[in-house]
């Protein structure tokens, strides 16, 4: 996300990596420079890694160190995508095509930074998540600059989700995107249809690289060059597991950028090493971002010894142990180190190694969205995105319908001002409530998460059956359809109302200026 900065180009040691800035006016006129700012973690489960054969794909997004963005939850249907897109950031203008498809989004709910559409699935049942800020070094910043006027997570979905029908066909396009108008910042984007996850990565300010993210195996990528290894060979021939850039292999040479011990023809590694040639390993990446992957692959492979918080040698992606379920990803999204002395919440053992790592789960989370897509179903009802608001450490998720005309107000709506009817404010306002008053209102949210999260599973087997039985009936699915989404959306704030009550009522309890003695 965005965060203002008055000072020259150089590195900013706190975030792991080099500043990238561009020009534009800020809103309020007291700077006319920024960059952007790390945030956000993403999973990724190929389908015979999840508990029901879906492919399933997840991201937060936090706002950059002190700031928040409101976030609603919307449908664009074709008729309301631009013909030409004209990004707010960097000012570029991109024609688009004709034939855009509908899609769900979850955009900023405020235009004042543009769309950052961040994570949807449109009527191809093909998804995008964007993006994971990732980290560069010097050689390819010098070697291939960062484009001011390039595109960025505020432009990728508007520009690539509404036409693209596959996982693959995503990758391609946004890449043919960055070869001809670069990029300002580094980023790592997700691709998902029925079959297929792949994971993509910017490099410097044209090149780009992915893999597809094996069927049993599942990845998890904080702040950081996510892809450890490439076979460059099929990625420059027949492409079934990796792709890249067409010159990425003159790139390299040219540009001496293979650190790697193998062959001297770059064209034939089957084991590049991404990270050490694109990547980074700064001091401040051991506090930022790889505790993130350690806590992740702790919990999802606890067979595994997870080795050292601070290795730079966490794999990308690791073979499932047993299958993956949406509350497992949202369990790892949610992820403060709980059961590890890094626990800022922990209440024992040596008190100076709380906090000494970035959690997962924190204060200026956004949102979370997971995209599933479902096999086996009507294609009608194939596609679910699952959704939470604010902090992932006490807010919970629903699922809804993406192959709808509309969304429920209570997350579409969302405004610039403070209102517990809508779920983005309410999930804030427990967040920081809870937050400050963790013992006392850990066990409110820990029954709101399950309460929620219970009730929404039985909501969705209940509408996936009358959705089936109406498809069979010649009736309007959609309809249908957006008629569970409401009755999912009603149950959340009902849920999440009672437990606003509980959570303030715990924490009215813990003023400073409460007295014992009752003087009513």
């Known amino acids: 996300m965005i965060r203002e900065i008055m000072q020259h180009?150089?590195?900013?040691?706190?975030?792991?990596?080099?500043?990238?800035?561009?020009?534009?006016?800020?809103?309020?006129?007291?700077?006319?420079?920024?960059?952007?700012?790390?945030?956000?973690?993403?999973?990724?489960?190929?389908?015979?890694?999840?508990?029901?054969?879906?492919?399933?794909?997840?991201?937060?997004?936090?706002?950059?160190?002190?700031?928040?963005?409101?976030?609603?939850?919307?449908?664009?249907?074709?008729?309301?995508?631009?013909?030409?897109?004209?990004?707010?950031?960097?000012?570029?203008?991109?024609?688009?095509?004709?034939?855009?498809?509908?899609?769900?989004?979850?955009?900023?709910?405020?235009?004042?930074?543009?769309?950052?559409?961040?994570a949807g699935i449109n009527s191809a049942h093909t998804a995008m998540t964007e993006t994971e800020t990732i980290t560069s070094n010097p050689r390819v910043q010098g070697a291939d600059p960062l484009v001011k006027s390039g595109i960025g997570e505020e432009d990728m979905l508007t520009l690539v989700l509404p036409y693209i029908h596959s996982a693959r066909e995503g990758v391609l396009r946004l890449g043919s995107l960055l070869e001809q108008y670069g990029t300002y910042e580094m980023n790592g984007i997700g691709f998902q249809d029925v079959n297929e996850i792949w994971w993509m990565e910017t490099i410097g300010g044209h090149h780009w690289i992915a893999r597809r993210v094996p069927d049993d195996a599942w990845a998890v990528i904080p702040n950081q060059q996510g892809i450890d290894y490439l076979d460059l060979e099929d990625a420059l021939s027949e492409g079934r597991e990796n792709l890249c850039s067409a010159d990425l292999a003159d790139f390299i040479e040219t540009y001496h950028l293979n650190l790697g011990m193998g062959l001297r023809d770059v064209r034939l590694e089957k084991a590049f090493d991404v990270r050490a040639a694109f990547g980074s390993r700064e001091d401040s990446d051991h506090a930022y971002n790889t505790p993130r992957a350690w806590s992740a692959q702790r919990f999802l492979n606890p067979s595994r010894d997870p080795g050292s918080p601070v290795s730079d040698t966490l794999p990308w992606c690791l073979k499932a142990e047993r299958k993956i379920t949406p509350e497992d990803v949202k369990y790892v999204l949610s992820d403060h180190f709980q059961g590890t002395p890094y626990d800022p919440y922990g209440r024992h053992g040596d008190g100076s190694m709380r906090g000494q790592f970035r959690p997962i789960g924190v204060n200026r989370t956004n949102m979370m969205a997971m995209t599933q897509i479902r096999p086996g179903l009507p294609e009608e009802i194939r596609d679910i995105q699952w959704i939470a608001m604010g902090s992932n450490v006490f807010n919970a998720m629903i699922p809804l319908y993406t192959n709808v005309g509309t969304m429920p107000a209570y997350l579409a709506e969302t405004g610039a001002k403070t209102d517990t009817r809508q779920l983005y404010w309410a999930s804030r306002l427990i967040g920081a409530l809870a937050d400050a008053h963790f013992p006392k209102c850990s066990s409110a949210v820990e029954r709101y998460q399950l309460g929620v999260h219970g009730r929404a599973n039985a909501m969705l087997l209940k509408s996936d059956a009358e959705a089936q039985k109406v498809l069979e009936e010649g009736g309007n699915v959609q309809a249908c359809l957006e008629k569970a989404n409401q009755a999912m959306s009603d149950m959340m704030q009902e849920m999440t109302d009672d437990t606003l009550g509980k959570v303030l009522y715990e924490a009215s309890l813990e003023m400073k200026n409460a007295f014992a003695r009752s003087d009513a």
């Open 9 to 118: 180009p150089g590195q900013d040691m706190r975030a792991g990596r080099t500043a990238v800035y561009y020009g534009i006016p800020d809103a309020d006129k007291k700077t006319d420079r920024k960059w952007t700012e790390m945030g956000c973690t993403t999973i990724l489960a190929g389908r015979s890694a999840t508990y029901d054969g879906s492919t399933l794909m997840a991201r937060n997004e936090d706002a950059g160190a002190g700031s928040f963005a409101p976030k609603k939850m919307i449908l664009v249907r074709p008729e309301d995508q631009p013909r030409e897109y004209v990004s707010v950031i960097s000012g570029i203008r991109i024609p688009l095509p004709e034939n855009p498809m509908a899609y769900s989004a979850v955009p900023n709910a405020l235009p004042d930074r543009g769309i950052w559409g961040e």
